[in-house]
RNA sequence: UCCUCAGUAGCUCAACGGCAGAGCAUUCGGCUGUUAACCGAAGGGUUGUAGGUUCGAAUCCUACCUGAGGAGCCA
């Protein structure tokens, strides 16, 4: 009985007789010799299948095998710097589960394809090594997330999806119907629960989807996202923004050590990757519209970032930048205002470089009881669906934050994507449902 | 929601007012080291939908549908 293995794992195995379960990937053939490419999930492997060596019905059923037909295919396994990947599997014999058949051929060919045509077959584009790689990145970014979290004194604390009200009110919402005639939102931040966590243990962090009803069409945006939201007790903006930079950095630095062979696939330059270290780029949002002025923007003091500033700004540095302190009026209700300069908040954007843009926002949050129920009512909320939010600043309320960081567009980063609809395996987008 | 562009074979595209085409995929044939293999042959079409202009429309006009790119808004 052969041994089963995982092509990824192929090198520990060289020189012993194996079997692999996978899927046909692609057929070369050339007369007496047939080159099966298998794929198994953990990556492909060419196969050589000689006339000569093999039962005439096994050779026959490899040689008019159609694309993505399920096999268990064994033989012995040997470095071979012919093949791509530098193994090669000697065919012995082959078990097919299911030819696929020529009159209905899997539509996925080796060719280009067109992008409306892909996401139509998303469910089999994942089959794809460009999306296999992509997906194995977002694993690894997830992964790294947690630990660094998880290794830092967080506990992890998850906020509820189903909410009764709009966690800042600007925002659209994906509103269902909650038992009998009562309305529920889908959450577009867990961060004002995470909040009340936070009172509770000191330092958490909730990883969820999170759910923005924009008419947002752009490559920048997904209506139905995962983010991960830090919250932390005793924080100001400094340690908010010392987290954030340190949080990247061991992001990037985990992908660069494990991934490299899924960056390689994606083609990506790792050596804009290697460039993400301490210390980060660090701009008032003073200074940022004046350099942006001086480079041609048209933005002005007051108004919030246009798509195209965040590329001038990023472009001129090599590494991410933090940007902070905007003007309070274009920001949420709970941002802390500067003790020394009201008019603008203790907000802290994290710009990624290579005109990637804003992949985390946050800052400190208001804790001052009056201050909070002042700027509730300038913002015309409802200040009873707030009743609890605002009992965290009348029990021990402490200087507090944290940011929130879209996944998403960390792995359109990383990955060096040019839309962020390939970085989750099933995309919802404005008018996207399906599959 | 607004602006721009595009829908032709299963896929990627050509034909731009005068006979509906190519490459890939599929089938058949050839090739014992291929690397999106290659060579030969075959099958494959209500040109997104509806209307209009014209002797004649894939091509020009109108509306709609679908998709893509961008704007605003955001992570």
Redesign the pocket.
């Known amino acids: 009985m052969a041994n089963r293995i995982r092509i990824e794992d192929a090198a520990k195995h060289a020189g012993e007789s194996v079997e692999i379960a996978g899927w046909l990937y692609?057929?070369?053939?050339?007369?007496?010799?047939v080159?099966p490419?298998v794929r198994d999930g953990s990556g492909v492997i060419?196969c050589?299948a000689?006339?000569?060596n093999l039962p005439e019905e096994v050779f026959e059923s490899l040689k008019?095998l159609?694309?993505e037909s399920s096999l268990i295919i064994r033989g012995s396994l040997r470095a071979?710097s012919?093949?791509?990947g530098g193994f090669?599997l000697?065919v012995e014999g082959v078990n097919i589960l299911q030819r696929v058949s020529?009159?209905d051929?899997?539509?996925i060919?080796?060719?280009?394809?067109?992008?409306?045509?892909?996401?139509e077959h998303r469910h089999l584009w994942l089959r794809s090594q460009r999306q296999h790689a992509i997906l194995r990145v977002r694993h690894e970014i997830v992964r790294a997330v947690r630990d660094y979290f998880d290794n830092n004194g967080f506990t992890l604390v998850d906020t509820p999806i189903f909410t009764p009200a709009a966690c800042?009110g600007?925002?659209t919402l994906f509103e269902v119907n909650y038992f009998d005639d009562n309305k529920a939102y889908l959450s577009q931040?867990g961060q004002l629960y995470s909040e009340a966590t936070a009172m509770a243990f000191g330092k958490v962090y909730c990883f969820g989807p999170?759910f923005?009803a924009?008419?947002?069409?752009?490559?920048?945006?997904?209506?139905e996202?995962w983010?991960v939201e830090p919250e932390m007790a005793y924080a100001d903006l400094e340690e908010i923004k010392r987290v954030a930079e340190e949080f990247i950095v061991h992001v990037v630095g985990r992908v660069l050590d494990k991934k490299r062979e899924e960056l390689k696939v994606l083609e990506r330059d790792t050596s804009k990757l290697e460039m993400v270290q301490s210390p980060f780029v660090r701009m008032s949002y003073d200074d940022a519209v004046k350099n942006l002025q001086a480079n041609g923007s048209t933005i002005e003091w007051g108004?919030?970032?246009?798509?195209?500033d965040?590329t001038i700004l990023t472009k001129q540095f090599d590494r991410p930048m933090l940007v902070d302190r905007f003007p309070s009026a274009?920001k949420a209700f709970y941002m802390a205002p500067d003790p020394d300069r009201p008019e603008v908040a203790l907000g802290v954007?994290v710009l990624a470089p290579e005109g990637y843009?804003?992949?985390?926002?946050g800052g400190q949050r208001l804790h001052d009881p009056e201050l909070l129920l002042k700027r509730i009512a300038e913002h015309n909320l409802p200040k009873e669906a707030f009743d609890w939010y605002i009992d965290l600043r009348k029990y021990g309320t402490v200087p507090h934050g944290g940011f929130?960081?879209?996944i998403?567009?960390c792995v359109a980063w990383i990955c060096g994507l040019?839309?962020?609809?390939e970085t989750i395996a099933f995309p919802r987008?404005?008018?996207?449902l399906r599959p």
């Open positions: 692609n057929l070369r053939k050339s007369g007496k010799i080159f490419i060419q050589v000689m006339k000569n008019h159609t694309q071979e012919r093949a791509a090669e000697d020529e009159a051929p899997y539509p060919t080796p060719k280009d394809h067109g992008i409306e045509f892909l996401m800042e600007t925002t931040s999170t923005r924009e008419k947002s069409k752009t490559r920048r945006h997904l209506t996202f983010m108004s919030d970032f246009g798509g195209g965040e274009i954007d843009g804003e992949i985390i926002g929130g960081m879209g998403e567009r040019e839309h962020i609809r987008m404005l008018y996207t």
